[in-house]
């Protein structure tokens, strides 16, 4: 006898961002009822924010617009993509809708994306938006809870779940980059042209605005990055910043040369205008809106305080008259250490009706917190109806991100809590594969071509797997 939605008792999803609202989508779509708790409001009494959101949107995205590659056969991140979509992933299914040129990225327009998430959730009939902030632990009887709050946990839930897991907390900072007017772009000096012309999944090969640098250029603006007044956040600044986010000034103080083998890298692009001559670096943006009037610098998240960005990064020629629709900025973010505390369902140990979905976990990345949303809310409606719901296959890229949050790529183990690292997905998390070292004819194949082949035999894996644990 099947049982009517009326009658089963609703999940509470606390945090309407990307894992949040994704993690309500996929319950409310198993047939349960959903509360989706967000404490972003604009009401009578005034706008409640958070230090990053502006709005009070559903999967607001506060730094990047993009969703990085979109590449199913040779990035893990595009292979994560493609998971996602097969098992109907919202965020995937709005951000397809609202993407933006973005070479062989899938950028959205923020604004757009998150007005369709906002849209579907309020629109579905198993779903009920409150807003309002969850202060402390749930109360008992939410006997079946998704905490999707994301790294700006409010203090008093934050302080409630330090208090019940018995641990520490681990922080690093995250960094926000610099969002440009296009018409203040001097398209004199600047061309565009994505990587290699490489087309994204928009079809389009000249996707990002680029700005070359000669040497001279380059060492001056270096001199003015290191020597540009920081925020300082005093009792914050002995917190790990994560590799994937760093300030463009961190990476300048790494080396001088860190920058032109990072984000202003070179390679792969050619200036029309005196095409025998090679820049020193090059400095991108990327689409932000689908409009095409905002455009974010590609790389140059930052904690120079406000009064000088603008300055330094109109050293970078073609940003000389450069308009800033939004100046960069720099916030904590904050993640518990789930190899200790989470099953592999994603439930707390010790308080098995809470469960943990988004960069709480330990994952970094848009996608890889809608993708544990994704997961925390089919675990979630599982046990609801009384199912059994086992994690992905290893193999696949969202099995691996289990593993890696639940402890299954530590070095130490479970217990080891120094080694617990945010991590953006990639095919390292996989099991790994090993291509043929030699063609049909016995002819050696070369090292980097036998490198694309084993992902792509790893993707087509994880498919496959994938696949096979949907069926079951």
């Known amino acids: 006898m099947s049982t009517s939605p009326s009658s089963i008792p609703p999940i509470h999803v606390i945090g309407g961002g990307l894992a949040g609202s994704e993690a309500a989508w996929q319950i409310a779509q198993a047939g349960v009822p959903v509360v989706l708790h967000e404490m972003r409001r604009d009401d009578t009494s005034g706008p409640v924010r958070t230090d990053a959101h502006q709005t009070d949107g559903l999967a607001e995205m506060v730094c990047s617009n993009s969703f990085r590659s979109d590449d199913w056969q040779f990035n893990a991140v595009g292979l994560l993509h493609a998971e996602m979509r097969k098992l109907g992933s919202l965020i995937m299914s709005a951000a397809d809708q609202h993407q933006v040129p973005a070479g062989g990225a899938l950028a ?3 604004d757009g994306f998150s007005a369709e998430v906002t849209r579907r959730i309020a629109a579905h009939p198993l779903i009920t938006i409150v807003r309002e902030e969850v202060a402390g632990l749930p109360p008992a009887e939410w006997d079946n809870v998704v905490v999707a709050t994301g790294p700006l946990t409010s203090p008093a839930l934050a302080d409630a779940i330090l208090e019940l897991s018995g641990e520490g907390q681990l922080s690093f900072f995250d960094a926000i980059a610099p969002i440009i007017h296009v018409e203040s772009i001097d398209m004199d000096i600047a061309w565009r042209q994505s990587r290699y012309d490489k087309e994204g999944p928009g079809g389009d090969a000249a996707a990002y605005i680029n700005c070359p640098m000669d040497k001279a250029q380059y060492e001056a603006f270096i001199d003015a990055l290191l020597e540009g ?14 590799d994937g986010c760093l300030p463009i000034e961190v990476m300048a103080e790494r080396g001088r040369e860190t920058l032109r083998h990072g984000p202003m890298k070179p390679v792969g692009l050619t200036n029309p205008r005196d095409p025998t001559v090679k820049s020193y670096a090059i400095v991108q943006l990327r689409q932000d809106n689908a409009l095409g009037t905002l455009w974010n610098m590609v790389g140059f998240q930052t904690k120079l305080k406000h009064g000088v960005q603008a300055e330094v990064f109109r050293m970078i020629p073609g940003l000389a008259n450069a308009q800033f629709a939004r100046l960069g900025g720099l916030h904590r973010n904050t993640f518990i250490n789930s190899p200790r505390l989470l099953d592999r369902s994603l439930r707390m140990k010790v308080a098995p009706r809470l469960r943990f979905a988004g960069q709480m976990t330990g994952v970094e990345g848009y996608v890889e917190s809608a993708a544990t949303g994704l997961l925390a809310g089919r675990f979630a409606a599982a046990e609801r109806l009384g199912r059994t719901l086992d ?14 949050v639940t402890g299954g790529h530590l070095e ?29 004819h016995g002819v050696k194949i ?11 035999l790893m993707s087509l894996r994880a498919l496959a797997d994938l696949d096979g644990w949907m069926a079951g």
């Not at 007044?229 to 910043?241: G, L, R």
């Not at 099995?399 to 890696?404: E, I, K, S």
């Open 391 to 404: 994690a992905p296959p290893p193999t696949t890229a969202l099995g691996a991100l289990v593993d890696h």
């Open 108 to 110: 959205v327009d923020r």
């Open 229 to 242: 007044p920081k925020a300082e956040f005093k009792d914050w600044e002995h917190v790990p910043y994560f």
């Open 446 to 456: 070369p090292l980097k071509e036998r490198g694309r082949a084993k992902k792509r």
């Open 412 to 440: 130490g183990g479970p217990e080891g809590k120094a080694s617990f690292q945010p991590m953006n997905i990639n095919y390292g998390l996989l099991p790994p594969l090993e291509a043929p070292k030699v063609d049909e």
